[in-house]
T-cell receptor
Framework: GNSVTQMEGPVTLSEEAFLTINCTYTATGYPSLFWYVQYPGEGLQLLLK?????DKGSNKGFEATYRKETTSFHLEKGSVQVSDSAVYFCALSPMNRDDKIIFGKGTRLHILP | DSGVTQTPKHLITATGQRVTLRCSPRSGDLSVYWYQQSLDQGLQFLIQYYNGEERAKGNILERFSAQQFPDLHSELNLSSLELGDSALYFCASSGGRSGAQFFGPGTRLTVL
């Protein structure tokens, strides 16, 4: 079946450090892939998406590339800020859009000033 | 702002009671999803509706029910509430080709 595995947190970094949050998936065909972010006390927000292999999604300095060969969609940012502290969820939407979206368990990120 | 609205924002009630949570999807979205998020941050999928009909069920308790109305808004009904039902309840909607879901701000339910 479809599944998403992302690195467990919490992840603690200093401001301006490089960020990578790993995400791998299992799915048939070519699902769409997403990263969502949840700031404290808020709902999930779509951060970026990629709908086909080799696509790069980007937003707010974050990037993730759809790697079919490694079934991965790792989230990266070159220089994190305190305001990036949040929970990040990797997710996939199967090719059959009738199937529900699958979320990873979330990774909590703490950025220290 | 995702375009998805949820009311109320907070709800405090007692065990054994019944509550109704309301969600209005983004304009044009036909699918509505309900999720429960507990303190350990994980998202539990409860149920999906598409254009008024139930499409998929997840880990939804028998004490919980939902419906989607002709104007596409949805309600989640929680009855015989227990302390363990205290959580954040999110509604999401989708309608695009990518399958992306857009989340509301959530309802925080506290059962005392």
């Amino acid at each position: 079946g479809n599944s998403v595995t992302q690195m467990e947190g919490p992840v603690t970094l200093s401001e301006e450090a490089f960020l990578t949050i790993n995400c791998t998936y299992t799915a048939t065909g070519y699902p769409s892939l997403f990263w969502y972010v949840q700031y404290p006390g808020e709902g999930l927000q779509l951060l970026l998406k990629a709908t086909k292999a080799d696509d790069k999604g980007s937003n707010k300095g974050f990037e993730a590339t759809y790697r079919k060969e490694t079934t991965s969609f790792h989230l990266e940012k070159g220089s994190v800020q305190v305001s990036d502290s949040a929970v990040y969820f990797c997710a996939l939407s199967p090719m059959n859009r009738d199937d529900k979206i699958i979320f990873g368990k979330g990774t909590r990120l703490h950025i220290l000033p | 702002d995702s375009g998805v609205t949820q009311t109320p924002k907070h709800l405090i009630t007692a065990t054994g009671q019944r509550v109704t949570l309301r969600c209005s999807p983004r304009s044009g979205d036909l699918s509505v999803y309900w999720y429960q998020q507990s303190l350990d941050q994980g998202l539990q999928f409860l149920i999906q509706y598409y254009n008024g009909e139930e499409r998929a069920k997840g880990n939804i308790l028998e004490r919980f029910s939902a419906q989607q109305f002709p104007d596409l808004h949805s309600e989640l009904n929680l009855s015989s509430l227990e302390l363990g039902d205290s959580a954040l309840y999110f509604c999401a909607s989708s309608g695009g080709r990518s399958g992306a879901q857009f989340f509301g701000p959530g309802t925080r339910l506290t059962v005392l």
